[in-house]
């Protein structure tokens, strides 16, 4: 019988375990460097009752039924609907910036014509790329898009990637939107919610299966001399795998700095972002999602931060053609690799949402199944 390692027991590691021993009936060890598993996506109840994230804000939601179904054979969902605010010009108003938004920032008459105007020009309920609007022709709107682009973006990029827009990939830029709607919710996907009973139960459930061994507090690169297995699925670094033969991928880093109040709450919402002032770019407060009810409430104060081997943590690639060119050529050394297949956010050194991140599962699973 085959025999399966897998590095890594986030969701992308989870999902192939759970895959393989219950569809191809062989034995899967699977093993993660950190001492829990979930991966990224780890959340924890503190003693207050409370349901903590422990590496930032975390929210399911997917237009993908065969993946929400999938995931739901493992959990109830708790019917929360993400909401975002931004603390702009002195008020807290809905992100993407919208109608609602337009109406709380500026006054009547100016918010009156912005709004006919939009609708006017590109219809309702449509998210419209403020480079578009830049491109409008038309004063007022021009105007807009340059406030959004200077109170909303420009500052919370400097913070968040160290580096100005246009260093960036110009496809992160163009695609800020002004969202002519009133709809506040953050996402719009069919499928939301967070697992009732965390993330982590969630993924225990998942690996809960005889023929899964896992086990914590276990680095590949320390075992890998000696351990033998016919396949191996890998979602750490693709970088790490090679030894950084060919050189380091980049990541942007975050710190948490988790602090607990005295008081049942502390903000207006779950996580309000402050693209302009302060060192922190957002703060999440974690009893909104699944509405836990306590006399204290933990928040987190977010500090983008660069990433350094050992330091800290990868959190996001770094969305640049010279970075992308060299996950290309690891690319290539990869499938030169027999029987070890790359996947996740690290493996495939791409940003997934986590339902992405299971849908990629789900189809490398159904390409080595045949
Ligand atoms: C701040 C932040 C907020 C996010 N919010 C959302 C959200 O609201 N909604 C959403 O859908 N998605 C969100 N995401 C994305 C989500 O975290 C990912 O989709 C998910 O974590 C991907 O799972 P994964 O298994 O691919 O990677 P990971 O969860 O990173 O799992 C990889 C695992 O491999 C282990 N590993 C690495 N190297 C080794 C090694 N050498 N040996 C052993 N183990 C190793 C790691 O310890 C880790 O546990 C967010 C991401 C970030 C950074």
Redesign the pocket.
Known sequence: MAKNLI????????VLANKIVTELNEEVLI????P???????DYWDKNGICV?K????????NLKNVWDYVSQFTKWYPYR?HVKGYIDGQEVPIPFNINSIHKIFPKSIADKLEQKLIEKFGFNVKVPILKLRGSGDKDLEFLADYVYDKVFLHYTLKQWGMKPEDLDPAVTGRVPVYISKDDRYFQDTYQGIPMEGYTKLIEKMLAHPKIQVKLN?????IKDKVKYDRIF????ID??FNYELGELPYRS?EFDFVEFNKPYFQSNSVINYPNNYTFTRIGEYKYFLDNQSDKTVVSF?YPQAFKRGKN????PIVKQENLALYNRYLEKAKQTPNVYF??????YK???????VA??LELFESIKK
Do not use: W
């Open positions: 590095v890594g027991a986030g969701f992308s590691g989870a093993i993660d460097v950190k829990h598993v979930g991966g990224n996506c780890y994230h590496y930032g804000t975390h929210i399911f939601h997917t993400h276990t680095n590949f690169q320390e890998y979602t750490g670094p790490e795998f975050l977010e943590d990868r959190y996001y996947l996740g956010r690290l493996g495939d940003y997934y949402d986590m339902d992405k991140a990629r599962a």
